[in-house]
């Protein structure tokens, strides 16, 4: 179903991205460690554990309750350490990692060219999961046919909308669906259309804190650009001095002195990219199907809420894959990957059980008590043919708050995407979203900025303090 574009991550994330790391990971390869305690059951710890009395933590603490007297042969410590770049390696290398733990798909290339993943194959297969994966994301998530984490939420990047500027612009169909913009040049149409009629700005876009490179590279694969690759070496090179970058970032220059469709803060990290989006300073913007979460603090209704499709570019129609994993350390023992799996499964299976049905319901009625939309269907984890999935879109469906026409249009390019659907970056992923932001920046707030030089610039930082200290 979907079409992937995956470059060769994991011969090229062989080591992780310093020399330091991989000296460091003698510190924690050769321990043996007992997984058993004294009553022979065996021992897992869960990283991510809330820290501080309150919901969150009584319902992980019922969860753990309900799974030790399901699984006696188990016992779960909990650990509070939560993923973060920061400390993740040195904890890694020092074997200090919980049995589970979360990673986002940013990290999973370096984590498992890393080796800081063990191989859940054998568990998984063991335990029926063999074509119950979404495709795709078995693609991203596996290395010589080995899967080495277990997916808990995916997206693809869409198109959201104001649906009260839309009408207002007449850019809604008499259903409540939107006209869907098929490329890059009809959103700046539309932005126009929406400025001319509301005042307002028609678009809006991050660009620092690492979120306008990492939107940005979604809009630079449309335009033909491939942002790194290995060379005869072995070594990554930076490929995206080139005319296709220079023109995906004139048109980012164009939208604010050309068109003049952007907010006029040109500072704009992730967290007032939505809120500008929710309180009407920019009609449209790239992002993922969550997004109802992120605005609602804001004030943006369910009715207000709506979803298409990502548009083409010049060269490509693409869109950006991402999402959330759980790992099991790699010095884990087959008893304690086996653990985890039942463990994960208590909140994250592709059968219909009660606890899935259950967790599912609670989900949803909690969205809708705070107001959010629900109707949106983001991409699965799982194959569109396991009956939790199809169950829990019935389940949506049936609970929407708001004219399921609004979001018809992504709900459809995600079950049926045209487009070809790419992960992150494999290296330095977030390095090169910042080094973004400040070509973002710069042409945004110097009318003269010259692309060309700034893209240039930009490939040789990303190579020259980035990619040349790989091993």
Same mark, same amino acid.
């Given at each position: 179903?979907?079409?992937?574009?995956?470059?060769?991550?994991?011969?090229?994330?062989?080591?992780?991205?310093?020399?330091?790391?991989?000296?460091?990971?003698?510190?924690?390869?050769?321990?043996?460690?007992?997984?058993?305690?004294?009553?022979?059951?065996?021992?897992?710890?869960?990283?991510?554990?809330?820290?501080?009395?309150?919901?969150?933590?009584?319902?992980?603490?019922?969860?753990?309750?309900?799974?030790?007297?399901?699984?006696?042969?188990?016992?779960?410590?909990?650990?509070?350490?939560?993923?973060?770049?920061?400390?993740?390696?040195?904890?890694?290398?020092?074997?200090?990692?919980?049995?589970?733990?979360?990673?986002?798909?940013?990290?999973?290339?370096?984590?498992?060219?890393?080796?800081?993943?063990?191989?859940?194959?054998?568990?998984?297969?063991?335990?029926?999961?063999?074509?119950?994966?979404?495709?795709?994301?078995?693609?991203?998530?596996?290395?010589?046919?080995?899967?080495?984490?277990?997916?808990?939420?995916?997206?693809?990047?869409?198109?959201?909308?104001?649906?009260?500027?839309?009408?207002?612009?007449?850019?809604?169909? @008499?259903? *409540?669906?939107?006209?869907?913009?098929? =490329?890059?040049? !009809?959103? $700046? +149409?539309?932005?126009?259309? %929406? #400025?001319?009629?509301?005042?307002?700005?028609?678009?809006?876009?991050?660009?620092?804190?690492?979120?306008?490179?990492?939107?940005?590279?979604?809009?630079?694969?449309?335009?033909?650009?491939?942002?790194?690759?290995?060379? @005869?070496? *072995?070594?990554?090179?930076?490929?995206? =001095?080139?005319? !296709?970058? $220079? +023109?995906?970032?004139?048109? %980012? #220059?164009?939208?604010?002195?050309?068109?003049?469709?952007?907010?006029?803060?040109?500072?704009?990290?992730?967290?007032?990219?939505?809120?500008?989006?929710?309180?009407?300073?920019?009609?449209?913007?790239?992002?993922?199907?969550?997004?109802?979460?992120?605005?609602?603090?804001?004030?943006?209704?369910?009715?207000?809420?709506?979803?298409?499709?990502?548009?083409?570019?010049?060269?490509?129609?693409?869109?950006?894959?991402?999402?959330?994993?759980?790992?099991?350390?790699?010095?884990?023992?087959?008893?304690?990957?086996?653990?985890?799996?039942?463990?994960?499964?208590?909140?994250?299976?592709?059968?219909?059980?009660?606890?899935?049905?259950?967790?599912?319901?609670?989900?949803?009625?909690?969205?809708?008590?705070?107001?959010?939309?629900?109707?949106?269907?983001?991409?699965?984890?799982?194959?569109?043919?396991?009956?939790?999935?199809?169950?829990?879109?019935?389940?949506?469906?049936?609970?929407?708050?708001?004219?399921?026409?609004?979001?018809?249009?992504?709900?459809?390019?995600?079950?049926?995407?045209?487009?070809?659907?790419?992960?992150?970056?494999?290296?330095?992923?977030?390095?090169?979203?910042?080094?973004?932001?400040?070509?973002?920046?710069?042409?945004?707030?110097?009318?003269?900025?010259?692309?060309?030089?700034?893209?240039?610039?930009?490939?040789?930082?990303?190579?020259?303090?980035?990619?040349?200290?790989?091993?």
């Amino acid at each position: 179903m979907f079409k992937t574009k995956k470059k060769s991550i994991w011969k090229a994330v062989a080591t992780v991205t310093a020399l330091v790391l991989i000296c460091g990971c003698f510190v924690g390869c050769g321990k043996t460690v007992s997984d058993k305690d004294e009553q022979g059951r065996t021992m897992i710890s869960v990283g991510s554990w809330p820290s501080s009395e309150g919901e969150s933590l009584d319902k992980m603490n019922a969860r753990k309750d309900r799974f030790e007297a399901a699984n006696p042969d188990v016992v779960i410590t909990p650990d509070t350490w939560a993923f973060e770049r920061q400390t993740f390696y040195s904890k890694a290398a020092g074997g200090q990692l919980p049995t589970v733990y979360m990673a986002g798909f940013t990290e999973i290339p370096e984590i498992i060219g890393a080796k800081y993943s063990a191989d859940l194959t054998n568990v998984l297969k063991k335990r029926g999961y063999d074509g119950k994966f979404n495709d795709a994301i078995v693609e991203v998530l596996s290395n010589d046919g080995k899967m080495m984490a277990f997916p808990t939420m995916a997206y693809i990047l869409g198109l959201a909308y104001n649906v009260e500027m839309f009408e207002a612009a007449g850019l809604m169909e @008499a259903d *409540g669906t939107p006209k869907q913009p098929k =490329d890059w040049n !009809e959103v $700046v +149409e539309f932005a126009v259309k %929406i #400025k001319e009629a509301t005042g307002k700005p028609g678009l809006v876009l991050p660009t620092a804190g690492n979120s306008g490179g990492w939107i940005f590279t979604s809009i630079a694969w449309s335009f033909g650009v491939d942002f790194m690759e290995k060379n @005869a070496e *072995g070594r990554w090179q930076a490929t995206f =001095d080139t005319p !296709e970058a $220079v +023109e995906a970032l004139q048109f %980012i #220059k164009d939208l604010k002195w050309k068109y003049d469709v952007l907010p006029a803060n040109t500072l704009v990290n992730g967290e007032e990219w939505y809120k500008q989006f929710a309180t009407g300073n920019g009609a449209m913007t790239i992002t993922a199907g969550d997004y109802p979460r992120r605005v609602i603090k804001y004030g943006m209704s369910a009715d207000k809420v709506g979803m298409m499709a990502t548009p083409a570019g010049p060269k490509r129609h693409v869109t950006l894959l991402g999402g959330e994993v759980l790992c099991v350390k790699r010095n884990a023992t087959e008893d304690q990957i086996d653990a985890a799996i039942r463990w994960i499964e208590t909140a994250y299976n592709y059968s219909l059980t009660d606890e899935y049905k259950k967790n599912a319901e609670a989900s949803i009625e909690s969205q809708l008590n705070e107001g959010r939309h629900v109707g949106i269907k983001s991409m699965s984890p799982w194959n569109v043919n396991t009956e939790a999935l199809a169950w829990y879109h019935d389940y949506i469906d049936s609970k929407t708050n708001a004219n399921i026409n609004h979001v018809r249009l992504y709900n459809e390019f995600v079950a049926n995407c045209p487009a070809d659907v790419q992960p992150e970056e494999p290296v330095c992923a977030q390095e090169l979203y910042a080094i973004l932001d400040g070509c973002i920046q710069e042409v945004l707030t110097n009318k003269n900025a010259d692309c060309a030089t700034v893209i240039s610039n930009a490939n040789s930082d990303f190579q020259v303090n980035y990619l040349n200290n790989l091993l």
